[in-house]
């Protein structure tokens, strides 16, 4: 079965700074990978998908961008964090359509 | 319209009951339905897929999906202080190549003693 592993667990940064979130996966290869967010009290917002290395698809235009560099790893980032990018991120692992798999999440407050 | 909706509730039903979660969405061309539960500030966890019309039970939990309706639904059965949760819809939904899961807003569930 799959694990995903998404770090770290809470983060705490200054508007204006910059982001980077890692998720890896285990127990699977070729996944079609995902970047959600929700925000408090908020249903899951799709971010990015991506089918494959170096494949991206952004849902939304916002402040964030997503990098596939290996088959298994999807990263999150951004330049200058903005007050309305605080919300719980989710990393999602998905493969035959047999529904997604989600890491333990990162709680992110921008201050 | 929104591409999948839920009722936000709460919901609250009595420890033993039947707790019936509804959902529909927008796509006519979604083939894949799933059902997650999401405890308070963890990650959702999926709970229950179906992809044909009719039901499709496993242990206390039947889904139901009626594609001409574009309507799914979840029912617990014997429903336990365990099951309060928030319980999520998603549908896969076909974009450009990639199967895309489209969440709705969730249905928070309170299963009183």
């Known amino acids: 079965s799959q694990t995903i592993h998404q770090w770290p667990a809470t983060l705490v940064q200054p508007v204006g700074s910059p982001l980077s979130l890692e998720c890896t996966v285990e127990?699977?290869?070729?996944?079609?990978l995902y970047w959600y967010r929700q925000a408090a009290g908020r249903g899951l917002q799709l971010l990015f998908y991506?089918?494959?290395?170096?494949?991206i698809s952004s849902e939304v235009p916002q402040n964030l961008s997503a990098s596939r560099p290996q088959d298994r790893q999807f990263i999150l980032s951004s330049k200058k964090l903005l007050l309305s990018d605080s919300g719980f991120y989710l990393c999602?692992?998905?493969?035959?359509?047999?529904?997604?798999?989600f890491g333990q999440g990162t709680r992110l407050t921008v201050v | 319209q929104k591409e999948v909706e839920q009722n936000s509730g709460p919901l609250s039903v009595p420890e033993g009951a039947i707790a019936s979660l509804n959902c529909t969405y927008s796509?006519?061309?979604?083939?894949?339905f799933f059902w997650y539960r999401q405890y308070s500030g963890k990650s959702p966890e999926l709970i229950m897929f179906i992809y044909s019309n009719g039901d499709k039970e496993d242990g206390r939990f039947t889904a139901q999906l009626n594609k001409a309706s574009q309507y799914v639904s979840l029912l617990i059965r014997d429903s336990q202080p365990s099951d309060s949760a928030t319980y999520l819809c998603?549908?896969?939904?076909?974009?450009?190549?990639?199967?895309?899961?489209?969440f709705g807003t969730g249905t928070r569930l309170t299963v009183i003693p």
């Open positions: 999602a692992s998905e493969r035959d359509g047999a529904g997604a798999f």
């Open positions: 991506s089918v494959g290395i170096g494949q």
């Open positions: 127990g699977t290869s070729n996944p079609n």
């Open positions: 998603a549908v896969n939904m076909l974009r450009t190549g990639a199967n895309n899961l489209f």
């Open positions: 796509d006519r061309g979604s083939q894949s």
